[in-house]
């Protein structure tokens, strides 16, 4: 039997693209000549490799352990391209970055400026979206917090997410503070949205469990403005700790509701990436940056 690379590179393009016509136009062929191609693999093996519908190309046992041998082979050859074009030279790269607008706008932008300073020649692409879908071809990392990391991306833990409910002074003065999870039905709760479905906060008190369902006054995924309205002393905000722990640290705001550990999206946080698609050295030494920066701010 012979097997050449080409043939295993066409077979990894085509499950990567997960149809005909996206590998057609990735590797700038017309869909018939793929198609003849993956035939012609396909006699060589003696082997149907994939299932083929109108729509999705999904790799059986033996076209899924072949195509795990071609990525392989595909990414040592781009190591080694990189190795040879960085030789004497400062890192360089792109990579794109998908994380929280909260989490990213009030703790990680301070993080990338440093990291930018540091690697100069690698160019930061970022997006700052609560999106929790797969990661499209321009995002390399996904930072995202999340009850549990999704089952086909790699995910390594960036620590816990703390929530806290907090009012301003003014407000604490003027109506009092929370003392039991239930009050919030009924007072006028700031804090980020759950899209398609009734925001519930969860709080954890000793070995009890208490879910509450929420009506809240204000609404946004943009933390700086739900700051800006508990500083107001517009209600209660129900935010993660990161953007509210200088204003506790002055006293312009105080928490409520603190024998209880409190969660509406999951209080873990997750760097995400694909498992077979190859890291550039930018890649791996920004997600090398960020988990260091996150263990070290961890507690």
């Given at each position: 039997m012979s097997l050449d690379l080409s043939s295993l590179t066409l077979l990894v393009e085509i499950i990567d693209a997960g149809n005909l016509s996206?590998?057609?136009?990735?590797?700038?062929?017309?869909?018939?000549?793929?198609?003849?191609?993956?035939?012609?693999?396909?006699?060589?093996v003696g082997l149907q490799l994939v299932h083929r519908t109108t729509r999705r190309v999904e790799p059986n046992e033996v076209g899924w352990r072949l195509y795990e041998h071609g990525r392989a082979i595909s990414n040592e050859i781009l190591a080694a391209k990189e190795t040879i074009s960085n030789l004497g030279q400062e890192l360089q790269g792109r990579v794109g970055l998908s994380m929280p607008s909260g989490f990213g706008q009030m703790v990680m932008s301070h993080w990338l400026i440093e990291f930018k300073g540091l690697y100069p020649g690698i160019v930061l692409d970022v997006v700052f979206e609560n999106r929790v879908e797969n990661l499209r071809d321009e995002v390399d990392i996904a930072i995202r917090i999340l009850p549990e990391p999704p089952q086909q991306l790699v995910a390594r833990d960036m620590g816990t997410v703390r929530y806290l409910a907090c009012a301003s002074q003014s407000y604490a003065q003027a109506h009092g503070l929370?003392?039991?999870?239930?009050?919030?039905?009924?007072?006028?709760?700031?804090?980020?949205?759950?899209?398609?479905?009734?925001?519930?906060?969860?709080?954890?008190?000793?070995?009890?469990?208490?879910?509450?369902?929420?009506?809240?006054?204000?609404?946004?995924?943009?933390?700086?403005?739900?700051?800006?309205?508990?500083?107001?002393?517009?209600?209660?905000?129900?935010?993660?700790?990161?953007?509210?722990?200088?204003?506790?640290?002055?006293?312009?705001?105080?928490?409520?509701?603190?024998?209880?550990?409190?969660?509406?999206?999951?209080?873990?946080?997750?760097?995400?990436?694909?498992?077979?698609?190859?890291?550039?050295?930018?890649?791996?030494?920004?997600?090398?940056?960020?988990?260091?920066?996150?263990?070290?701010?961890?507690?």
């Amino acid at each position: 039997m012979s097997l050449d690379l080409s043939s295993l590179t066409l077979l990894v393009e085509i499950i990567d693209a997960g149809n005909l016509s996206q590998a057609a136009r990735k590797l700038k062929m017309t869909r018939a000549n793929v198609s003849y191609h993956l035939s012609q693999l396909e006699k060589t093996v003696g082997l149907q490799l994939v299932h083929r519908t109108t729509r999705r190309v999904e790799p059986n046992e033996v076209g899924w352990r072949l195509y795990e041998h071609g990525r392989a082979i595909s990414n040592e050859i781009l190591a080694a391209k990189e190795t040879i074009s960085n030789l004497g030279q400062e890192l360089q790269g792109r990579v794109g970055l998908s994380m929280p607008s909260g989490f990213g706008q009030m703790v990680m932008s301070h993080w990338l400026i440093e990291f930018k300073g540091l690697y100069p020649g690698i160019v930061l692409d970022v997006v700052f979206e609560n999106r929790v879908e797969n990661l499209r071809d321009e995002v390399d990392i996904a930072i995202r917090i999340l009850p549990e990391p999704p089952q086909q991306l790699v995910a390594r833990d960036m620590g816990t997410v703390r929530y806290l409910a907090c009012a301003s002074q003014s407000y604490a003065q003027a109506h009092g503070l929370p003392t039991q999870l239930d009050q919030l039905r009924t007072l006028p709760v700031i804090t980020a949205n759950v899209v398609g479905r009734q925001l519930s906060l969860r709080g954890y008190k000793g070995n009890e469990r208490h879910d509450v369902l929420l009506a809240p006054t204000l609404i946004s995924d943009h933390y700086p403005f739900l700051r800006q309205g508990v500083l107001a002393g517009l209600g209660i905000g129900l935010v993660p700790d990161y953007v509210v722990q200088d204003v506790i640290a002055s006293g312009e705001v105080v928490t409520a509701l603190d024998d209880y550990r409190l969660s509406i999206f999951g209080t873990q946080m997750y760097l995400l990436y694909l498992p077979n698609r190859r890291q550039t050295r930018a890649v791996r030494t920004c997600i090398d940056f960020l988990l260091a920066k996150a263990n070290g701010s961890a507690g």
